[in-house]
T-cell receptor, first 117, second 117 residues
């Protein structure tokens, strides 16, 4: 059973460029969340996708956008890259948005290391 | 708004010694609480979680954590540390079902654990 996979592993871009990161959820999962982890910090929630719609969003500018495809895979797009966007980008998948009495565990991928020069 | 504080940035223990990593959270209702571990270059692995019920929860790799509502704490413990436990540990709080922040994890800054032989 494949876990959460992310591509690419590493990426180097220059300021002002645009980048697309990709995530395939764990088998059976339909919800994808994205997190940004700057060096020495804990992960910060960017947004979550379910049924191809953005359901929750953290405190990130509109330069950060995403998409979820019918096969539940997801992309994270960042436009007009800044030096401060350098970070490890983590994708997490889970099953559904759950009901009133449960919380579906999020499984994390290994991340994409983005360096902006 | 939910928040998590991990007061200790770096902890060093000897192999075989006991361990306690501190976590304090801020959340308006009953929180969902988690501890994750991250090894260098790796994604996050869930150690244990608290949703409700027994306030002492057992996790993988011999870890346990105790939820103390009166202290807003969820400290992680292990009676005897192994060299392979060296990693970074993150405490996280998740919004409760039906709430506006459901599905979003808020992480602390992390505690780096070094284990001396």
């Amino acid at each position: 059973d494949a876990g959460v996979t992310q591509s690419p592993t590493h990426l180097i871009k220059t300021r002002g460029q645009q980048v697309t990161l990709r995530c395939s959820p764990k088998s059976g999962h339909d919800t994808v969340s994205w997190y940004q982890q700057a060096l020495g910090q804990g992960p910060q929630f960017i947004f979550q996708y379910y049924e191809e719609e953005e359901r929750q969003r953290g405190n990130f500018p509109d330069r950060f956008s995403g998409h979820q495809f019918p096969n539940y895979s997801s992309e994270l797009n960042v436009n007009a890259l800044l030096l401060g966007d350098s970070a490890l980008y983590l994708c997490a998948s889970s099953w559904g948005l759950a009901g009133e009495s449960s919380y579906n565990e999020q499984f994390f991928g290994p991340g994409t290391r983005l360096t902006v020069l | 708004a939910q928040s998590v504080t991990q007061p200790d940035i770096h902890i060093t223990v000897s192999e075989g010694a006991s361990l306690e990593l501190r976590c304090n959270y801020s959340y308006g209702a009953t929180p969902y609480l988690f501890w994750y571990v991250q090894s260098p270059g790796q994604g996050l692995q869930l150690l244990l979680k608290y949703f409700s019920g027994d306030t002492l929860v057992q996790g993988i790799k011999g870890f346990e954590a105790e939820f103390k509502r009166s202290q807003s704490s969820f400290n992680l413990r292990k009676p005897s540390v192994h060299w392979s436990d060296a990693a970074e540990y993150f405490c996280a709080v998740g919004g409760s079902a039906g709430g506006t922040s459901y599905g979003k994890l808020t992480f602390g800054q992390g505690t780096i654990l070094t284990v001396h032989p």
